[in-house]
């Protein structure tokens, strides 16, 4: 077996960590982890009621009536009749708990099911279905449940049927809410081409994708029916005597309000322990379960990636006369017990007019490091744990929130890769160029219309004016995408953050696009970090090329000098990927294997367990990114000879 064979069958071999289980991610959470504990001991006393050395919760003993806390044999006291409050406590709250749930899961059952019908259906049955719902809600739910309790007569089951039929609206109008944007989807439409039937598609598209809303629902719904369960048995038509539960312990507590209030604060404590941990375990649930949070922070979005304290920052001097001057940048994704190095210590310098290509596969930390130069990496999970971010001489890495503001947008803009997912679905984009403007400039709106006129028109936006006004769905991908440069071009800046603009456009467009960006960077004299994995891009528009791999950057140089002749076998490799127009005999080879995980990087070169060249040497210590030859840096101890190509 040959050196690069054993290394990819140990790569293979490591044991691989999976994503962490629903209940971790519940458990991380330390509001719903309380919320747990305190729920399962409620809830365990209750289960444990039958075999728990409890007093009759239904004997009296008008000899030990109103006994206070901690009296012999009642450690919190008797009611007025002498009964146990402790043993009639815990057996009401099995009862409460146990009508409460049942009526929640009837609900959202039901709810849910005339919902998602109701959604997906449309037309007729939406309309018959949600007139019915309105019939309901139109009259005040705790009216309309002592109603149906009047007719029906009282009792804890007839309780708990009017409890579920009053909140079956709430589900069925969030549900239907939810599920009509989703029924217009196209990964509905690509489950219809597939053969699907509607009872496949709503079981198996949409109602994971509402299952999160029916969660964090039915929890806020569980709190409020056990508060809806204890009114009407407060008022004498749920449970009835000797029977007991939490709404009729409160009843009967009322009248000796004055004289013994702990028989009205025992039970009200227990509700009120009851429907918070329920709300604090839905929230948790409902992170775990959306794919979205499944990181399990429960932050607020913020204004900036989270700097680590302290920096790790290199002594190397910025460069004042570059536009981008890069060092070491370190960011970190920490997810409960892992450490995710997507950005591993990059360093990138551009200069005023120049193009800088950073390329790499889907993964490599490209993208990461692009949004990490202005602080736009979500925190949490993402943090920023070493480096310098010299822009003109001033490192953005410690520079105040304020001064990080007043960049944005003006002297320093992005192009995200999906404008449609980036611009206002509820705004006119002309409007919100103008608000692009006005957010840096003291211009008056008039002023700002004509300004972002003409910057569609710089951007070769046909009938500028008319295009103002319409909606961001209105237009085709390549106007949006040339919007999305506009906005860009907005406060004149002098660096351009272009992730992967093209991708997503078809090759006409994508020329005109790269076209345009070349124009206006000479023009204006702006530094590009243009993004993308497409070396026949690069070649169109960089002057410059950055290789990344696993976090780090593994070449860099002239683009002409690393398409000629790349001194890393990854670049070689990568190239060799690429069609060439009249060479339809050329053997287009992939990069074999994957990418290590960025939180179990190997040692020494992460791309040894995929590289032809590798030797025992590349798996020891650490690859320093270093010269070559023709200006080439490649972090590579066996370097490809000018000339040479991989067998």
Request: charged share 20%; net charge neutral.
């Amino acid at each position: 077996m040959t050196s690069a064979a054993a290394a990819a069958v140990t790569a293979e071999s490591q044991p691989r960590r999976e994503r962490p289980s629903t209940l971790a991610l519940l458990l991380n959470n330390r509001l719903a982890a309380a919320g747990l504990v305190v729920l399962g001991l409620v809830v365990g006393a209750a289960l444990a009621a039958p075999i728990l050395p409890l007093a009759d919760p239904n004997a009296t003993d008008p000899a030990h009536r109103l006994a206070p806390l901690f009296a012999p044999a009642h450690l919190l006291g008797t009611d007025a009749l002498g009964r146990d409050i402790l043993s009639r406590l815990i057996w009401g709250t099995r009862v409460s708990l146990a009508v409460g749930v049942s009526a929640s899961l009837i609900a959202a059952v039901v709810g849910s099911a005339i919902g998602l019908v109701a959604g997906y259906a449309g037309g007729r049955s939406d309309q018959i279905l949600m007139r019915l719902i309105d019939l309901l809600m139109a009259f005040p739910y705790i009216l309309l449940a002592l109603a149906i309790v009047a007719i029906l007569g009282p009792g804890l089951i007839n309780a708990l049927y009017a409890i579920a039929i009053v909140n079956v609206p709430f589900f069925a109008r969030n549900i239907r809410g939810i599920t009509v944007g989703l029924a217009r989807r196209e990964f509905i439409d690509a489950a219809r081409l597939s053969g699907k039937g509607p009872l496949r598609i709503l079981w198996s598209e949409i109602l994971p994708n509402v299952l999160p809303t029916i969660v964090i629902t039915l929890s806020t719904t569980v709190g409020w029916m056990i508060l809806e369960t204890a009114g009407l048995s407060f008022l004498g038509l749920g449970a009835q005597p000797p029977q007991a539960d939490l709404g009729s312990m409160l009843g009967d507590g009322r009248k000796v309000m004055f004289t013994a209030p702990t028989i009205s604060l025992v039970p009200g404590l227990m509700i009120f322990l009851i429907v918070i941990s329920i709300n604090l375990i839905g929230d948790g649930i409902r992170d775990a379960l959306d794919p979205r949070l499944r990181s399990g922070a429960l932050a607020r979005p913020s204004f900036r990636t989270a700097i680590a304290e302290p920096l790790d920052r290199p002594t190397a001097p910025l460069d004042a006369a570059a536009t981008l001057d890069v060092k070491g940048l370190r960011t970190d994704f920490r997810m409960g017990p892992e450490i995710y190095h997507a950005c591993g210590g990059v360093d990138l310098t551009i200069a005023p007019g120049q193009c800088l290509g950073l390329v790499g596969e889907s993964g490599s930390g490209k993208s990461v490091t692009a949004m990490s130069l202005m602080g736009l990496v979500p925190s949490p999970p993402g943090i920023v744990t070493g480096g310098t971010i010299g822009f003109r001489g001033e490192d953005l890495a410690t520079a105040k929130n304020e001064r990080i503001r007043t960049l944005r947008g003006s002297a320093i803009a992005h192009v995200f890769q999906d404008p449609l997912a980036t611009l206002h679905p509820l705004f006119c984009v002309g409007d919100q160029i103008v608000e692009a403007i006005r957010a840096h400039q003291p211009l008056s709106r008039s002023e700002a219309e004509g300004k972002a006129e003409e910057l569609l028109t710089l951007v070769r936006i046909p009938n500028p004016a008319e295009r103002m006004r319409a909606l961001p769905h209105e237009l085709s991908g390549g106007l949006r995408q040339r919007v999305s440069i506009a906005m860009a071009l907005a406060n004149d800046p002098e660096l351009i953050i272009a992730d992967e603009p093209t991708t997503a456009l078809d090759v006409t467009v994508q020329a005109d696009i790269l076209r345009l960006l070349d124009t206006l960077r000479h023009d204006r004299k702006l530094a590009v970090l243009f993004i993308t994995h497409d070396f026949g891009v690069v070649s169109e528009i960089a002057d410059r090329v950055a290789v990344m791999y696993a976090g780090k950057i593994v070449e860099t140089g002239p683009t002409t000098a690393v398409l000629a002749d790349p001194a890393h076998p990854y670049t070689r490799m990568l190239i060799d990927c690429v069609p060439v127009m009249g060479e339809p005999e050329r053997r287009l080879d992939a990069v074999r294997g994957r990418p290590p995980a960025v939180n179990q990087l190997p040692a020494g070169c992460s791309f040894a367990a995929r590289c032809p060249r590798v030797e025992p040497d590349c798996s020891t210590g650490e690859i320093v990114l270093d010269e070559k030859r023709n200006g080439l840096q490649a972090r590579c101890l066996h370097p490809l000879e000018p000339g040479e190509t991989l067998a």
